[in-house]
């Protein structure tokens, strides 16, 4: 928190997570509880971040929102739950009476976002984007506490978000949500080896937007019913050893099972929900082709709400798959940009791997490949030069 | 049956079928016992149908079978197991000795059976190919009685195709299967305004046969287990009472959603199985934009395992909709073709519903359209010219 002329100001930056056991469906919208307890894994802010600055100030007039540069409505349901819930409980911890010492609780507050990588790419920019506005927030009210209830009444993922490495959202049971919580399973520290390709596919937006599919998918489809009652408990205990236990094998065919059984339950929806292309079925068939021929799991893809590919793989196996990557989807372009974050090694693929792997390639379909790997949670930005608003209360103009 | 020369023969024709409750997975392989019990509505012949000729001789010198003019192999295990069933029911009736009036169980056997329609288009070829061969079969040997068990041995969906209308292949508790058999729920006289179009899909082969898939569903699917178990049991139920009334608003509706639903356990199996495919989901965004624009549902999908449509419909929305798919899927060739079947009248659609209905057209999507309507059972063929089996006991040439 700066303060300067009577401007206080915290930035902080937020990752994206992406879940190994899905989230779908909620059973309680307003507070945002879900059907079933989930588990993501939370990728490196070097490659995909949110960063956000929040300011407070007597001077302001109004609450103001800037999301990559424009402005937005901050009078947003979800954007105000947050807002509300911070300054609850920086209430409750002052105890009442206003200290000169702290921040007013009644100043306006002006806020700015933005993202390092496209907005609603299917790269769950809302759970960064809640992540990180609840961390700035937290900040500039000066909350030391655990705020993924917080983050959850903004975008549900987003309580995911505030955790790096791998994080389980549980359920829980009280209709209040105060036990709706993200909890560490272990750090990014912990399985040094494991590293994601984010497979980014062209076209098409998004046809369904998730928070109206899952609620159709929750009235309708007696399928994810199931799931959530009697599959995702199991698989979830299963998830946790998998991870505890570095097994890739284990922890890969369970990523892979579950994403296919999210995907199921939205075609299980009536309408039916379709964020599978057959882009997306040629990057399954792919990996299971590519997996066959080494005979144990070396790839595993999950799909969110979108027909973008997340792939989760060891180092090793990096340079060989991106290979496989530019062979069966080769670059519309001169293909300079299509392999992005992370080094990835070259690799020549033997003429067995690319008869077994390589079939009937798809010019085009995949747009860039992003590595990345797991990373920490929300973290502060200390130097002052990084706020994202000037000491006008207003976003920094940028050359 | 006739006879001359110490030649018998017999021709049966036998129709194709398509569920509205879906039959996927087996509890037992060998003899053909599903997990759930299934419904269908048995197709007219004029369309779509099997022709099939046994003929029986002392002179042959070996069992024979022609598949659409071409020798297959007689040897088939889901061949010998109908032939055999036939044989051991002709045994039982007659209680053991030979008659020298009936003709001889050990006499070789020839077997021709034709198409009039392309065969693994995905339009249940073995259905009705087993329930005509089991047809021909049984009145070679003069068989009365009710062989849809017989049929089942061939192809599971071979037993629904024994009867016409709207027919219900039940489960069964039985281990020998004797109580897994097709029932008749009404005639194809019951609902006289109902109408079926098959939207013939271009190109793309089965990726995975249903006899494979459906086994691997079995083993690997949490969903297909439960669907067999708890969703299809409450939806036949609600199917046959659909039918009973002629309410096309629950029947289109729940035909829809299980056949989403089956297509989701495909989905949830490992590794998935796709039979649906892009253009399927246009065809399925079709429907549901042109029920949402008149209001309810005047059109009805359902998918098996291939991606042509076999769509439902009232007699009288079939010209405005057969329009919509023609404006929807522009025919690549001049279109005259495009049509096939009933005769299907024309109409103008309103800008209106264009406007709400046809949106990003795909033009040579679909191939053509089969226009039919629920239809009999196996019939007799009368007609000794008919048969597709010379006085030699060989296929006819045919000009």
């Known amino acids: 928190m700066a303060a300067e002329r009577g401007l206080a100001m915290a930035t902080c930056t937020a990752p994206v997570n992406i879940a190994v056991i899905k989230y ?41 929102l800037w999301l990559n540069g424009k402005e937005a409505d901050v009078g947003h349901p979800r954007v105000q739950a947050c807002l509300r819930e911070v300054r609850r409980l920086a209430r409750k911890r002052r105890g009442g009476g206003e200290d000169t010492a702290t921040l007013s609780l009644s100043y306006k507050i002006h806020i700015a976002s933005e993202n390092n990588f496209p907005t609603a790419a299917g790269l769950a920019s809302s759970a960064a984007g809640y992540a990180c506005l609840v961390s700035a927030l937290a900040r500039l009210y000066g909350l030391e506490e655990e705020l993924s209830e917080v983050a959850r009444r903004g975008s549900g993922s987003a309580c995911r978000s505030m955790f790096g490495g791998f994080v389980q959202w549980q359920r829980g049971e009280r209709p209040d949500g105060t036990d709706s919580l993200a909890l560490q399973v272990a750090p990014e520290t912990h399985w040094p080896e494991l590293r994601v390709l984010v497979l980014v596919v062209s076209g098409e937006k998004k046809p369904v937007g998730s928070t109206a599919g899952m609620q159709t998918s929750v009235e309708t489809s007696p399928l994810l019913k199931h799931r959530a009652e009697v599959v995702v408990p199991e698989r979830l205990a299963q998830m946790m050893r998998h991870i505890r236990e570095r097994d890739f094998e284990g922890f890969g065919q369970l990523a ?16 039916p929900i379709f964020y599978l292309t057959d882009v997306s079925r040629h990057i399954i068939a792919l990996a299971h082709r590519y997996n066959a021929h080494h005979g144990h799991t070396k790839v595993a893809y999950t799909f969110d709400a979108g027909p973008n590919a997340v792939i989760f793989l060891l ?17 519309s372009t001169n293909g300079d940009q299509f392999v992005r974050g992370l080094p990835v090694g070259s690799a020549v693929l033997s003429q067995e791997l690319v008869a077994a792997v390589v079939s009937e390639p798809v010019p085009g379909a995949v747009q860039y490949i ?11 930005v200390d130097d002052p030069s990084q706020h994202l608003l000037g000491a006008d209360g207003l976003p920094r103009s940028r050359a």
Do not use: Y
Not at 256 to 271: E, I
Not at 370 to 380: A, E, M, R, S
């Open 24 to 64: 779908w469906g909620k059973r309680d919208t307003d507070l945002i509880l879900p059907i079933n307890s989930s588990l993501s894994v939370t990728l490196h802010q070097d490659q995909l971040k949110t960063t956000t600055t929040a300011a407070a100030s007597r001077d302001f007039t109004e609450d103001r």
């Open 256 to 271: 892979m099972r579950d994403s296919n059984q999210f995907h199921a339950t939205c075609l299980d929806t009536f309408p």
């Open 315 to 331: 180092d090793e196996a990096v340079a060989e798959f991106v290979e496989v990557v530019r062979r069966s989807f080769p670059p």
């Open 370 to 380: 992003l590595h990345t790997k797991p990373g920490p949670g929300p973290q502060l």
